[in-house]
């Protein structure tokens, strides 16, 4: 470790060694896949100061024996809400709910489908706090009037429950209504209440919208197959084989012709067999 660093270590509030950033990154990639690298220690030291602050500890080193120690279970989940990056919007990354817009308006014309099942099933995995399950349910309130008779359901997860819990409530600050993607303005605005600087979903919206706890490395408990599955932003936080482990998974998750949104930065290098591209990290499994 440089001079510099170690100066700067003994300047800070809790003492943080390399040893124990590597145990506590160790830890978190078992729990979650996140993957933090040697130059996110400044990150994590961040993240967990004010935890350690809130139960009275002095070092890092005290808050790993707290992880080892019979308590540790309960401890891991407020370590997973720290280290997690929710960054999220309503219509981030607009093209994909176009793509979504015209592969619902297609299916909900395919009578075919409809005599077998009038349900649609949409995953989003890795949801934040529910601006983007949201921006999938005002998207096919608004512009997918057709599905309206039909069973729509959409299955938000993460594995943050404080941001499980801001998305259960609905309710978003008035600034994300601002600024919009042209043609998603009234999408948005026509199902919430405003109310002072806030905003909430309407029930319609919120009835849509079915939030769990899941991490994404675990089993999953879902039986029947999803018609699209959005999972945007997510896998850049891991290492290239659960990346592709999860793509597998999710091609496996899919119905032929269901669709697979990935974030902008996460195109894949090898793709299941049975995945293709068709748009801007958008893929289509081939029927
Ligand atoms: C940057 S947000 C993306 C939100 C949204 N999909 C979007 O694109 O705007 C990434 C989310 O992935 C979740 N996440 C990270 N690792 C996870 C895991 N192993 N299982 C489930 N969710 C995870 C985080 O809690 C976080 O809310």
Same mark, same amino acid.
């Given at each position: 470790?440089?001079?510099?660093?170690?100066?700067?270590?003994?300047?800070?509030?809790?003492?943080?060694?390399?040893?124990?950033?590597?145990?506590?990154?160790?830890?978190?990639?078992?729990?979650?896949?996140?993957?933090?690298?040697?130059?996110?220690?400044?990150?994590?030291?961040? *993240?967990?100061?004010?935890?350690?602050?809130?139960?009275?500890?002095?070092?890092?080193?005290?808050?790993?024996?707290?992880?080892?120690?019979?308590?540790?279970?309960?401890?891991?989940?407020?370590?997973?809400?720290?280290?997690?990056?929710?960054?999220?919007?309503?219509? *981030?990354?607009?093209?994909?709910?176009?793509?979504?817009?015209?592969?619902?308006?297609?299916?909900?014309?395919?009578?075919?489908?409809?005599?077998?099942?009038?349900?649609?099933?949409?995953?989003?995995?890795?949801?934040?706090?529910?601006?983007?399950?949201?921006?999938?349910?005002?998207?096919?309130?608004?512009?997918?009037?057709?599905?309206?008779?039909?069973?729509?359901?959409?299955?938000?997860?993460?594995?943050?429950?404080?941001?499980?819990?801001?998305?259960?409530?609905?309710?978003?600050?008035?600034?994300?209504?601002?600024?919009?993607?042209?043609?998603?303005?009234?999408?948005?605005?026509?199902?919430?209440?405003?109310?002072?600087?806030?905003?909430?979903?309407?029930?319609?919206?919120?009835?849509?919208?079915?939030?769990?706890?899941?991490?994404?490395?675990?089993?999953?408990?879902?039986?029947?197959?999803?018609?699209?599955?959005?999972?945007?932003?997510?896998?850049?936080?891991?290492?290239?084989?659960?990346?592709?482990?999860?793509?597998? *998974?999710?091609?496996?998750?899919?119905?032929?012709?269901?669709?697979?949104?990935?974030?902008?930065?996460?195109?894949?290098?090898?793709?299941?067999?049975?995945?293709?591209?068709?748009?801007?990290?958008?893929?289509?499994?081939?029927?």
């Amino acid at each position: 470790m440089s001079q510099q660093s170690e100066t700067l270590e003994k300047k800070r509030e809790f003492e943080f060694t390399h040893k124990e950033f590597k145990k506590l990154s160790g830890l978190i990639h078992e729990l979650t896949g996140i993957v933090l690298g040697d130059h996110k220690q400044d990150m994590l030291y961040g *993240r967990l100061a004010r935890r350690l602050r809130q139960l009275g500890l002095k070092t890092f080193s005290q808050y790993c024996e707290l992880l080892d120690s019979q308590k540790g279970d309960e401890e891991t989940s407020f370590l997973v809400n720290a280290v997690t990056t929710n960054l999220t919007k309503f219509f *981030r990354e607009h093209h994909h709910f176009d793509t979504l817009t015209e592969h619902l308006l297609k299916l909900s014309t395919d009578t075919k489908r409809r005599s077998q099942s009038s349900s649609v099933l949409i995953w989003s995995a890795g949801c934040s706090s529910g601006e983007e399950p949201y921006s999938i349910a005002t998207t096919v309130q608004d512009k997918v009037p057709a599905l309206r008779n039909w069973d729509v359901k959409i299955l938000a997860t993460d594995l943050d429950t404080n941001m499980l819990n801001h998305g259960r409530a609905g309710i978003y600050k008035s600034d994300a209504l601002k600024g919009l993607p042209e043609g998603y303005t009234s999408t948005l605005k026509d199902n919430v209440s405003v109310s002072g600087d806030r905003f909430e979903l309407k029930d319609r919206i919120k009835q849509m919208v079915h939030f769990k706890q899941l991490n994404l490395l675990h089993q999953w408990p879902m039986k029947q197959k999803y018609d699209v599955i959005f999972c945007r932003n997510v896998l850049i936080y891991f290492d290239n084989a659960t990346k592709e482990q999860l793509v597998e *998974r999710y091609t496996d998750m899919l119905r032929p012709g269901g669709r697979l949104f990935l974030g902008h930065s996460e195109s894949l290098q090898r793709l299941p067999r049975s995945l293709k591209l068709t748009g801007r990290t958008a893929y289509v499994k081939e029927a």
